[in-house]
């Protein structure tokens, strides 16, 4: 995984996870508490309520994506930006200060200014947003949309996230953002909780991960709580992400949020990595199916865009024979059970248990290969391929 240097702020496996908190200065965004237009005042709140409860970044927007409202133009963010410039000069914390915007003018402009980053919420749309971003040398948080600057974040499929990502490329510092929410009116909220499932697969982008879900509809929904309730859900769903792969949280709620990212990072799976002095350097990939497996096969091979014709994720056959599996069988027939133990002993399957009881581990293909071969063993050979063809 690359990490990335956000004016010295380090991002990626290799750090912490890192809070980024909100600030508006437009009168249509939602969330009140984060809204100001008066520089005095957001500069406290950027101190009192964001810095000092532990955000690492802070994210300014100029005008409210929410798909209700109408999209403001790069001149009509241009004339708020001074706000927000005296905002920042104006603070006494010390953070990283991004710039919310589809317009590579107003980053420039930003940049130019005083901020240190850009959150694209167009994902580079605007095709000259990357190479401002070179220019200035500065991290880019890339959010997931189609190549349209009125229509931030809407995009539904899974797959089409993936690819909406990679499309019109990475810069080095690139942050990957897979837009959680309600972007567009066909979105649901089981696109969302799919697009949080399959979370690690956006890791074969080889780019550090925002997630913004904080009180996001898709977790209000599972606890039937309304916005201002639904703060234990998201940091519920905080450990996860970061358990997960993600590592900048974007929250209007920063303390509360930082503990709740802490204990996701203590309980992270160890990602083995050496590349320092080493002719070779390795890094152990975090994949727990064989579709994550494929995303990393598509971009180490660059031969294909991570979709086949229907719009789903290539599978590549040879990624199930590095994803394991274990089963427990209960009720298994005496004879059956002998005959799966002959099987296992010629292959690289394990089976062990006693009575009834059966555990079987092993690649996917080699289950596969071994499902095939239980013909004589029909009770194990339908409830193993049965298994096996659930998930892939």
């Known amino acids: 995984m690359q990490s990335v240097d956000a004016a010295g702020l380090g991002i ?22 984060s809204v100001f237009d008066d520089p005095g005042a957001a500069a406290m709140y950027v101190d009192e309520e964001l810095i000092d409860e532990g955000a690492d970044i802070v994210d300014v927007g100029l005008e409210s994506a929410n798909k ?13 930006l001074d706000t927000a410039v005296e905002t920042i000069e104006s603070t006494s914390g010390d953070a990283v200060f991004s710039i919310e915007t589809r317009y590579h003018e107003v980053a420039e402009e930003a940049l130019s200014r005083g901020f240190d980053m850009v959150n694209d919420i167009c994902g580079f749309a605007d095709p ?20 349209d ?29 897979p837009a959680f929410g309600g972007w567009s ?5 089981a696109d969302d909780r799919e697009t949080f499932h399959r979370l690690r697969e956006f890791r074969a982008l080889d780019r550090p991960i925002l997630v913004s879900i904080n009180r996001k509809n898709f977790l209000r929904s599972i606890a039937g709580r309304e ?41 992270t799976r160890e990602r083995f990595r050496a590349a320092d002095g080493a002719q070779v350097g390795v890094e152990e990939l975090d994949v727990t199916n064989s579709d994550e497996a494929s995303r990393h096969i598509d971009a180490a091979s660059r031969t294909a865009t991570g979709l086949d014709d229907t719009g789903g994720v290539v599978h590549h056959p040879e990624a199930e024979q590095g994803v394991g599996r274990w089963y427990r069988l209960a009720g298994v027939p005496a004879g059956e059970r002998d005959r799966a133990r002959a099987l296992a002993a ?12 059966l555990v079987i581990g092993g690649s996917v293909r ?20 049965h298994a096996l063809d659930a998930r892939k």
């Open 128 to 147: 000259e947003m990357p190479r401002v971003c070179r220019e200035y040398d500065v991290a880019v948080c890339k959010m997931a949309s189609p190549p």
């Open 227 to 267: 916005t201002e309730k639904a703060l234990p859900v998201s940091l519920a769903a905080t450990s996860m992400a970061v358990e997960r792969g993600a590592h900048v949280i974007r929250t209007h709620d920063v303390a509360e949020t930082r503990d709740a990212a802490l204990v996701g990072a203590a309980f």
């Open 366 to 385: 080699a289950l596969r290969e071994m499902a095939g071969n239980l013909g004589e063993a029909p009770s194990i050979q339908v409830a193993l391929q």
């Open 12 to 33: 990626g496996d290799d750090y912490p996870p890192r809070i980024m908190g909100v600030l508006n200065v437009s009168q249509e965004s939602p969330y009140e508490p």
């Open 346 to 357: 010629d292959s690289s399957v394990v089976v062990a248990g006693s009575d009834d009881t």
């Open 149 to 177: 600057l009125e229509r931030p974040g809407a995009i539904e499929d899974v797959d089409d996230i993936y690819d909406a990502l990679s499309r019109n490329g990475l810069t080095e510092k690139t942050i990957v953002d």
């Open 68 to 80: 209700r409202y109408e999209v403001l133009s790069a001149e009509e963010e241009l004339d708020r």
């Open 185 to 189: 009116e066909a979105k649901t909220l």
